[in-house]
């Protein structure tokens, strides 16, 4: 069962292991829980395609007030989020993993159509290594 977290302004469940899990599964299938935090690792082309995932999820995070912990290498970057003031996962963290994976894995060209078309699908444009 999950225990009640009261702060920002907010009534929150801190999330069990086995709710957060099944949230994961069903919301977010990227993203796994791990000693504490729910993790998404976005594998990139290189240094500047993770720069640039790096400053879209501070710009999301610095907007939400709510700041993932970041590890940063040439070809990745892993999120990792966690209510810090709650000491536990809360609806927050899945709000926010939401948000980043919507603006990092966007491709306009595969899924929406319109006028967009989308990162050519050559490598010499390659900006992250999507999963299918």
Known sequence: MATRWRGGGQ???VYTQQQ???RL???LPHWYYEDGWIRRKYRT???KSTVMVVGAVAHLA???WHHPDLTVSYA???VKLMNHAAKGVTDKDFELARKIEEVVAWRPGAVEGGALEGTPDDPRFAYLKYDE
């Open 20 to 22: 957060i899990e099944a």
């Open 11 to 13: 009534d929150s469940p």
């Open 76 to 78: 990745f970057v892993t």
């Open 25 to 27: 599964r069903d919301e």
């Open 45 to 47: 082309s290189g240094w």
């Open 62 to 64: 610095e907007a939400a």
